[in-house]
């Protein structure tokens, strides 16, 4: 018989230990690359995108500080004379409330906090001061005027007494009807007339302004504690405020008054020390204004080392600048955000010119 050889399989080898290991290397190398590049996108997506939040909040920021500042006075300053008077108002629920007849005042923060600025104006169309043709003592309830054009029911007005001063001040009075079509009625129906008396032991006498602030705006902008731009504005109905959050990621708000120290027309000195003077007042032409705004995205590494600086220029006077290239610069602080340094910021800067006062010269 013959034997049949079966034909003899072929021997089966697998993958070695170092061939599954390299395997491994390689894919890890891919892993980690792939993960770097994915990293790398991302972030530059989030710079871009907070890049772009605070451009946008910090221009339309700055954009409505700069048309609240170029109407502040208007209506009130016809004759810069009234500058600086101080107000005293009396509202049924509010209390006692004081204001300074002035277009523009900052209220500078204290250890790098940020300013304050509060702008006051008429809401008036259109408007003249009035002249008191009869004297008003402190048991009147109507101004007398030589005529009450431009004035209306529900205006708030404005008694500037001639040569105003601590003790002869200004008086904030709400009009709640017109008689014999020169007599402003501020009748203690108006919550701003039954809350005690404003004007001064000696009243107001014939020959002193009214000024007619209509719907009075006064407006202030501040920087609050959630990174907010807000605006408080006067409720004339309850005497208190109303806040509205404007734009978000605002850290930072830094102002100056713009004088002419020499009268030559010409801003040279910037500083916030508020005047106390009718003087002082008249030298004030201008408001300089900086805008921080914070991108939103929050950075792993540190990308700020410093506090912004605020470029100012060379051309005026400015107390507390460093140099800056050919240039000078004003720190901004912006400690009072948690980690800052992990945030990129941007400056935005604007001068605002008092167009009520410059054109009231």
Not at 97 to 119: E, F, Q
Not at 121 to 140: A, L, Q
Not at 337 to 356: C, G, I, M, Q
Request: aromatic share 8%; charged share 10%; net charge neutral.
């Amino acid at each position: 018989m013959h034997s049949v050889i079966q034909p003899t399989a072929p021997r089966q080898r697998g993958v070695t230990l170092i061939e599954l290991m390299v395997g491994l290397l390689l894919g890890l190398v891919v892993v980690l690359v792939t993960a770097q590049v994915l990293s790398f996108s991302e972030g530059q997506k989030r710079v871009t995108t907070g890049g772009g939040d605070a451009q946008v909040n910090g221009a339309l920021g700055l954009y409505t500080l700069q048309r609240e500042i170029q109407m502040a006075g208007y209506g009130l300053l016809s004759d810069l004379s009234v500058l600086g008077c101080p107000i005293q108002a009396n509202h049924a629920v509010a209390g006692a409330l004081n204001w300074t007849l002035v277009p523009v005042m900052i209220t500078a923060g204290t250890a790098g906090a940020p300013d304050r600025v509060t702008v006051m104006y008429s809401d008036r169309n259109y408007t003249v001061p009035g002249i008191i043709s009869v004297n008003h003592p402190t048991t009147s309830d109507r101004f007398t005027l030589r005529s009450a054009l431009g004035f209306s029911v529900n205006d708030i007005v404005f008694a500037v007494p001639t040569g105003y001063s601590a003790t002869n001040w200004c008086g904030a009075y709400q009009v709640t009807s017109i008689a014999s079509t020169n007599q402003l009625v501020h009748a203690t129906s108006s919550n701003w007339n039954n809350g005690g008396q404003v004007a001064p032991t000696g009243g107001y006498l014939a020959g002193d302004r009214l000024l007619n602030a209509g719907r009075l705006v006064l407006r202030t902008f501040a920087v609050d504690a959630n990174y907010n731009l807000q605006q408080q504005t006067l409720d004339l109905g309850t005497g208190g405020t109303v806040s509205q959050d404007l734009f978000p990621q605002i850290v930072a708000l830094r102002a100056m008054y713009g004088k002419d120290t020499n009268a030559d027309g010409v801003v040279d000195t910037y500083d916030n020390t508020t005047p106390t003077t009718n003087a002082g007042w008249m030298q004030v032409r201008a408001v300089r204004i900086a805008l921080v705004a914070r991108s939103s995205s929050y950075q792993k590494d540190e990308v700020t080392a410093a506090a912004p600086l605020w470029d100012v220029g060379t051309a005026a006077t400015i107390a507390g600048t460093s140099v800056c290239g050919s240039s000078k610069c004003l720190s901004l602080s912006v400690s009072n955000v948690a980690d800052w340094k992990h945030y990129r910021y941007s400056v935005f800067e604007v001068t605002a010119p008092l167009r009520n006062v410059i054109w009231g010269q």
